[in-house]
């Protein structure tokens, strides 16, 4: 869903240059309309070889603004959201953004990043959810992003056949991932019918129903390792 026109009066960034808050709401990247595409953006430095665009579960509507002079958005809780600081290090800078299914959007957040950071290579991560985005937008991301990253996936992740696309493919899930609706045998099943690159995660807690983020589901207590894990895949891609 489109943010109106009224994000504009949000503290944006509106340099080309790159980022070196912590975080940051970013409100270069526009639709061809010139309507806003917010994003935040964590970076630790000038110049990160890997950026990787974060799609949360649920709805997917981060939908980042600034109030009173504060940095405000939903999903602090979701398992790509909240563990985003274990991604970002001196080569890796996390956007965080709305889920979305929408070339054009996608497409605008792409070209601002490629202004920022023309060399580094991007990635796209979604969890739960943000999987039918990241799915949904494989065909179209085959040739422009260095891959993609599906975690927590929903069920069809099955029938995902990484050879189709010219980038690099992942899936992430966790062994007791009891969510009816993301089954680690799917996931599993998208490595043996395609061969796929798959991590397979075990250990942490599981809090409350099984289908959300602080289940295992969500990584819950492994956050860092289910990033780590991700990051040294990211990195072998070179």
């Known amino acids: 869903m489109r ?28 639709y061809a309309s010139g309507e806003p595409v917010p994003y935040i953006l964590n970076t630790d430095g000038a110049a990160p070889k890997y950026v990787v665009i974060l799609f949360p579960g649920g709805s997917g509507a981060v939908d980042p603004r600034i109030e009173n002079g504060r940095l405000v958005y939903g999903f602090r809780g979701n398992f790509l959201v909240r563990s985003r600081h274990h991604l970002v290090d001196a080569d890796f800078a996390a956007v965080t953004t709305n889920s979305t299914s929408s070339p054009e959007r996608i497409q605008a957040v792409l070209d601002d990043l490629k202004r920022r950071f023309p060399e580094a290579r991007v990635y796209v991560m979604g969890t739960s959810k943000g999987t039918d985005a990241t799915m949904n937008l494989a065909d179209y991301l085959s040739d422009k992003v260095a891959g993609l990253i599906h975690t927590a996936s929903v069920n069809r992740i099955s029938n995902l056949d990484a050879k189709r696309y010219r980038n690099r493919q992942l899936v992430v899930h966790h062994r007791a991932d009891t969510c009816r609706g993301t089954t680690f045998f799917d996931a599993r099943a998208s490595h043996e019918r395609f061969g796929n690159d798959f991590i397979a995660m075990e250990g942490g807690i599981s809090a409350g129903d099984p289908c959300e983020a602080f289940a295992h589901h969500g990584f819950n207590g492994i956050e860092r390792e289910t990033m780590d894990a991700i990051k040294q895949w990211i990195r072998k891609g070179g």
């Open 3 to 30: 943010l109106p026109v009224a994000v504009l009066l949000f503290r944006l960034v509106l340099g080309a240059g790159p980022c070196l808050a912590a975080e940051e709401l970013i409100g270069t990247a526009r």
